[in-house]
């Protein structure tokens, strides 16, 4: 007989499915497990009816134990429920095969059922209230799979609700689940209803999950019995103790009941840890949990911290292998040939000293072109091998920036030959031999609960931005790693939430390389464009009919078009209209004046506005030039077939020279030979802006032939875009994005506030209902739910629902509305956007504000044009479309009318069109045709030389006629006497410069004749460079990042100046870094600074 089978009296369906997983423990633990899932999920229903507890249609089943965490049953209840949903969930999802965890399953269940049953009825016959284990079966049990499990949940629905029903109705005419106090309490006791124990089982599936087996008692010792704990003859009993294969303790955790703050288990933890130091000659590291939440303190090594799973034993034999071997990371030595740069080594060691101070996050800005991958590998291997991370995760948003920071010329593959990499794709999910793991944010998102928390030491995030906070952050979250982020945007331009993200202040990340000090750096470290400023009439004012020429007329009106009609903006152009003529200019002007590598265009990228655009450029341009056989361009966009293999080739081939792009080159490819940027389209993001140009900055020796450098590179703007940025240097700024589903439920919170302020009972109950299912719906595995699931919880109390005060809804806004973007709406989005057009018309109409409510029914109606009526979808609301294209379709409008289009229309709003009516294709003669250079902005230091400083330099090279002489004057070698008294010789009669007037312009003393020589020849700018770059890479592993950084001022300051005053070295912006100069900044190395740059020295009069 099952040990269910005293359900039948009441529950025979729950009855049966406790039969049926009792059959397949011994011959299917998966399929029990499923069954009881299946049993966990029924009877919580009828256990919130007897509580009299409503839960939304689309609450899971683990809202609904944390609402009994709410109630005051017995806590182990809950407790119970959630052992069964884990387990589970294992099942449903993983093909768990495990005996005992399903006869845990089927024994939480029955003590649940046994509990609930006398609390129903007040039936005590069932007692003695025993689970007794099922023998095997001897008949063979059908096979029970995943599948099956859904299509019977789907099978018993209705009798489900109906037995749910009946508890309601039981519950009204009793006096509900209440028995007598002493009844109750021989139950909970004999049925062993233990808080504590329920509470050590749930931790126990967490530590298993870890790897941690519960039943070895080698590695898991429970209830560890300690002896003088804090004072003598006084015992210590530690909850867990987890050791590893050599008989240390490597862990102590400390749990609490689950209603408890973890943290207040944390110093009973450490008591324990000092304990466990004492008796075995190792600290563990402490993990203090309620069952829900766990925090790990490494105390002798960093702080305390909130985490979401427990170690296994190999993260924590790795932790304590980096206790005993790692070094100092401010004493690496960085590979100087993987990032030998002075910026590039600065930055490491910022990130270096932050790490070694105790954080755990960083963010490295450097313009496009600088160097990130390359400074982050280095970074990575100086982690590597100072013994500070053994397994590295590079991060980036697009396959082919993972694939090429694994495997391209820069790439980890090339400096880190010896390390095994691995490129992430799902598939292989089960791979833990790597070092480096390479993914994109899409597919980690679906994979990184696969990975133990302490897997990874570090994690890369390639171009870090909003997204990342937006999309992934999960991913950030769940790993207990150190992590840096990347990025090319501007520090202007990078938003609040992503300097959060990495532990940063606003404006200030951990270390920041512009591209204007790129430019002005001696040398360049990046190219600089020209600009040809491109356009026509057309790219300048748009296609009007109205603008046009007679000619221009007569064409369109050839071409059979209502004049009328052709009226077009600028921004409309690629987008409803088109005209090849101009862009045959575009091409035309490409090739005409474009820089050529060779006998061809060199490697150009054009920026078009649409995938159409890009396709009418590609077809024209064959068109125009067919003798390249269609070889010279590529397509290169979102949709297009082998774009990968496309990319490669464009990147390493002759052919194709012309990459033809929407979006997807904007940032990140790495290309040094391109030489051409065609801005075919507008662009009002600086950021964008920024990322485009970055595309041709990176410098490539040799292009044209053996010391034949990259000089420059041109940016044909066809859509006057520099002009833009020069009256609006920031560009478009735009407000942070909050995503649809954010957007709705704030929207329906002001409704809410509206509808109560006019005693709207009825539609206040909709509008709660809705909001209730927002917040029911919030992913209970997502991290950020995690950690405000306090908050959630305290939200859903019916008390505060059923008051709905001011505060409580301004708190729904404020606290609950910004957790709302983590609930997955792709699939729904276009559904949701409807929502918010419907609730913002609503919103103006109660409001009575009829500007505004004019606009959005306005921008409604565009998007209900775009609808395609006539596909089957639309058969039966066709004439309501139709009639809501018409002023006259939004008159008499009421809440009931306008919900009733929202729930008719929401579903189809996903079957639009991408524009409104046809696109046109013209072809009419384009006029004013522009084509001139103009000012790019930045230029490098010491091209606009005033002119009397080019006279003296002239007349000086001229006079002296020595270039030896002056080679070494400018490199800062020391001159003989023979040499010196040359120099001197010069300044005679038939010289128009004395030596006073020379003195006297630049501020250097008349004895000092070198000094002054040097003020107009200048510092030879490589030499100088090397000298510094050498001195760095001699001593960076005993500097920090300061003297670094001091040292690329110094070395700036002698090249700007052409030498430099020892005195200036004592005043700003020396000072700005310690109180006492470079004096204070280098210490003991401060004379070895001085001995670098005297040979610059210049004596200035004082």
């Known amino acids: 007989m099952s040990n269910f089978t005293f359900l039948n009296k009441k529950w025979p369906n729950i009855a049966k499915l406790g039969n049926q997983a009792e059959k397949y423990l011994h011959s299917d633990s998966n399929a029990s497990m499923l069954k009881m899932r299946m049993f966990g999920e029924q009877i919580i229903d009828y256990l919130l009816a007897a509580l009299k507890i409503e839960v939304d249609r689309f609450a899971t089943q683990d809202d609904k134990i944390k609402r009994l965490r709410n109630t005051k049953i017995n806590q182990s209840i809950p407790d119970l429920f959630d052992i069964v949903r884990r387990y589970g969930n294992k099942a449903n999802h993983e093909g768990y095969e495990n005996k005992k965890d399903a006869l845990d399953c089927l024994v939480s269940m029955y003590k649940i059922s046994a509990w609930f049953y006398i609390l129903v009825t007040k039936d005590t016959s069932i007692k003695p209230l025993t689970y007794k284990v099922p023998k095997p079966t001897v008949t063979k049990v059908p096979v029970y799979n995943i599948e099956d499990y859904s299509k019977e949940k789907e099978e018993i629905k209705e009798e489900h609700i109906m037995e749910v029903n009946s508890v309601k109705e039981e519950i009204k005419t009793s006096t509900g689940i209440k028995i007598d106090d002493k009844v109750e309490k021989e139950v909970e006791e004999t049925l062993n209803l ?80 000092n304990t466990i130091e004492r008796d075995y000659g190792v600290r563990p590291i402490v993990f203090y949990t309620n069952g829900y939440e766990i925090y790990m303190w490494d105390d002798k090594f960093s702080q305390p911290r909130q985490i979401w799973g427990f170690y296994t034993l190999e993260d924590l034999d790795e932790l304590f292998f980096k206790h005993k071997y790692k070094q100092d990371l401010n004493k690496v030595q960085i590979d100087k040939d993987i990032a030998g740069r002075p910026y590039q080594i600065e930055g490491i060691k910022r990130v270096y000293e932050k790490y070694s101070n105790g954080y755990r996050k960083a963010l490295l800005v450097m313009a496009t072109g600088t160097g990130k991958t390359r400074t982050v590998i280095a970074l990575t291997k100086g982690m590597m091998e100072a013994n500070c991370a053994k397994r590295v995760l590079f991060l980036a948003d697009r396959d082919e920036l993972v694939k090429q920071a694994k495997e391209d010329k820069n790439s980890f593959k090339t400096f880190m030959p010896e390390q095994i990499s691995c490129r992430f794709t799902g598939k292989n999910s089960d791979n833990r031999e790597a070092t480096l793991y390479f993914s994109t944010y899409q597919t980690m998102i679906n994979y990184y609960s696969k990975f133990s928390v302490g897997f990874f030491d570090l994690i890369i995030c390639d171009e870090s931005h909003r997204s990342i906070y937006k999309t992934y952050r999960d991913i950030l979250e769940y790993f207990d790693s150190h992590i840096i982020g990347l990025t090319a945007t501007p520090v202007d331009f990078i938003e609040r939430n992503t300097f959060d993200l990495f532990n940063c202040d606003t404006e200030d990340p951990t270390f920041n390389f512009s591209v204007d000090e790129a430019w002005s750096h001696i040398p360049p470290y990046l190219i600089e464009p020209r600009v040809i400023d491109s356009t026509t009439d057309f790219l300048r004012k748009g296609i009007k009919y109205s603008q046009m020429t007679e000619e221009q007329r007569r064409q369109v009106d050839e071409e059979g078009y209502d004049g009328n009609e052709i009226e077009f903006s600028k921004d409309a152009l690629e987008k409803k209209i088109t005209n090849k003529d101009t862009n045959k200019f575009i091409l035309k002007t490409l090739m005409d004046n474009g820089i050529k590598v060779g006998d061809y265009l060199g490697k150009t990228i054009i920026f078009a506005k649409t995938k159409g655009h890009a396709n009418l450029l590609d077809s024209l341009f064959n068109e125009m030039y067919p003798q390249y056989k269609g070889k010279m361009t590529a397509l290169i966009y979102s949709g297009i077939k082998d774009k990968d293999i496309l990319i490669e080739k464009f990147k390493t081939e002759e052919f194709p020279r012309i990459a033809i792009s929407v979006d997807l080159l904007d940032t990140g490819i790495d290309v040094p030979e391109i030489v051409n940027l065609v801005f075919a389209k507008p662009i009002y993001s600086k950021v964008k802006f920024w990322q485009m140009i970055g595309r041709g900055t990176r410098r490539c020796d040799n292009l044209f032939g053996d010391g034949l450098d990259k000089q420059e590179f041109a940016i044909f703007d066809c859509y006057k875009n520099f002009e833009f940025f020069e009256m609006n240097p920031k560009g478009f700024v735009p407000k942070p994005q909050k995503t649809s589903m954010q957007v709705r439920f704030e929207l329906m919170c002001k409704l809410l506030e509206i509808y109560k302020s006019k005693r709207q009972a009825n539609i206040c109950d909709e509008f709660i209902g809705k909001l209730k299912r927002d917040i029911l719906d919030l992913p209970s595995e997502s991290i950020e739910i995690k950690k405000n699931r306090k908050r959630i919880e305290q939200v859903k109390k019916e008390e505060y629902w059923s008051h709905l005060s001011e505060d409580f809804i301004k708190k729904l806004k404020l606290e609950i509305a910004p957790l709302i973007q983590w609930i997955e709406s792709k699939e729904n989005s276009d559904a949701i956007a409807f929502d918010n057009s419907i609730y913002r018309i609503l919103q103006s109409f109660e409001n009575d504000d009829k500007d505004s409510m004019v606009k959005v029914i306005n921008d409604t109606m565009e998007k209900l044009a775009r609808l395609k009526l006539n596909i089957n979808q639309f058969d039966g609301k066709r004439e309501l479309v139709k009639s809501l294209l018409e002023p006259s379709g939004w008159e008499n409008l009421s809440y009931e009318k306008l919900e009733k289009i929202r729930i008719d229309l929401k579903d189809l709003m996903k079957h639009k069109g991408s524009t409104i009516g046809p696109f046109i294709v013209m072809d009419i003669k384009d006029t004013s045709g522009v084509i001139k250079e103009i000012s790019a902005g930045s230029v490098l230091y010491g091209a606009n030389m005033e002119p009397y400083e080019k006279r003296v330099k002239t007349a000086i090279e001229d006079k002296l006629k020595d270039q030896i002489l002056i080679h070494k004057i400018r490199k800062g070698e020391k001159l003989s006497e023979t040499e010196i008294e040359g120099i001197y010789s010069i300044f005679g009669e038939d010289f128009v410069y004395s030596i006073d007037e020379l003195s006297s312009k630049t501020n250097i003393d008349k004895e000092d004749i070198v000094g002054i020589i040097r003020k107009f020849v200048g510092v030879d700018e490589i030499e100088l460079n090397k000298m510094f770059e050498e001195f760095i890479q001699k001593h960076h592993n005993k500097m920090n990042a300061t003297q670094i950084k001091t040292l690329e001022i110094i070395k700036n300051d002698v090249g700007k100046n052409k030498g430099i005053s020892f005195a200036a070295l004592f005043g700003p912006p020396y000072t700005s870094f310690n109180p006492n100069g470079v004096d204070g900044i280098f210490g003991r190395m401060a004379d070895e600074v001085f001995d670098l740059i005297a040979p610059f020295k210049a004596i200035y009069i004082s």
């Open 194 to 273: 233990n808080e504590a124990e329920t509470r050590k089982k749930l931790i126990d599936i967490m530590l298993n999950d870890a790897g941690w087996d519960i039943n070895n008692k080698e590695l898991v010792k429970l209830e560890l019995p300690l002896e003088n704990h804090k004072e003598a003859d006084k015992k210590g009993y530690a909850d867990y103790v987890l050791f590893n294969n050599k008989g240390k303790p490597v862990a102590v955790v400390e749990a609490k009941k689950t209603s408890v703050d973890p943290v207040i288990g944390r110093q009973q933890a450490v008591e324990y840890a």
